[in-house]
């Protein structure tokens, strides 16, 4: 079955710096998302992305974050000065139209 | 405004017995998603029921669907301690986003 991978599983950072999140999503798809779950929150939209250009965006995502595809392959969501409240599990996904999304197993973002 | 909004927020019942989780939402949507997510893992997507669907069956699951209400619900029959979980109700709409609710969380008991 098709997966999207994500690394690192955790990272601990200091507050202020930067941090780059990947995933690897399923081959062939066009569209891509972020979102992020603070613990024991709600699954928050944060960003989509689809043929190399941002589509929507959250309110969450400010000037902060920002998300490349640097290879055509690879797929980053970018934080440049960490926050405490950053603090969250990311998680992308692929959309299969009509059949729900695939989510990758997130990654744990701990800043300290 | 919120959408998806799970209804209980915690429920604990014995193996065996069915579990009812309902999702309530404010705007119009093209389908409705239900996620599983066991705890300090990713989101399963479980089923799909389409905004002119009213049920729809996955093994043990069956969700229903009401749009008049802006409701949904998801039963799991004969539950087992292995659906222990997080269980999240997700709309989407026109604009090609999941919006998720804040889920239920399901202890099912041996």
């Known amino acids: 079955e098709p997966e999207v991978t994500q690394t690192p599983s955790h990272q601990v950072t200091q507050m202020g710096q930067e941090v780059i999140l990947r995933c690897v999503p399923i081959?062939?798809?066009?569209?891509f998302y972020w979102y992020r779950q603070i613990l024991g929150q709600k699954v928050e939209f944060l960003v989509s992305?689809?043929?190399?250009?941002?589509s929507e965006k959250s309110e969450i995502f400010d000037d902060q974050f920002s998300v490349e595809r640097p290879d055509g392959s690879n797929f980053t969501l970018k934080i440049r000065s960490t926050k405490l409240e950053d603090s969250a599990m990311y998680f992308c996904?692929?959309?299969?139209w009509g059949y729900g999304y695939t989510f990758g197993s997130g990654t744990r973002l701990t800043v300290v | 405004s919120q959408q998806g909004e799970e209804d209980p927020q915690a429920l604990s019942i014995q193996e065996g017995e069915n579990a009812t989780m309902n999702c309530s939402y404010k705007?119009?949507?093209?389908?409705l998603q239900w996620y599983r997510q066991n705890s300090g893992r990713g989101l399963v997507h479980l089923i799909l029921?389409?905004?002119?669907?009213r049920e729809k069956h996955s093994g043990r699951l069956r969700v229903t669907l009401d749009t008049s209400k802006k409701s949904s619900s998801l039963l799991i029959t004969a539950s087992r301690a292995a659906d222990t979980a997080s269980y999240f109700c997700?709309?989407?709409?026109?604009?090609?986003?999941?919006?998720f609710g804040g889920g239920t969380r399901l202890m099912v008991k041996p």
């Open positions: 992305f689809y043929n190399n250009e941002i």
């Open positions: 996904a692929t959309p299969d």
């Open positions: 081959s062939n798809h066009l569209y």
């Open positions: 997700a709309t989407y709409n026109a604009g090609n986003m999941l919006t």
């Open positions: 029921i389409r905004s002119n669907e």
């Open positions: 705007t119009s949507i093209n389908n």
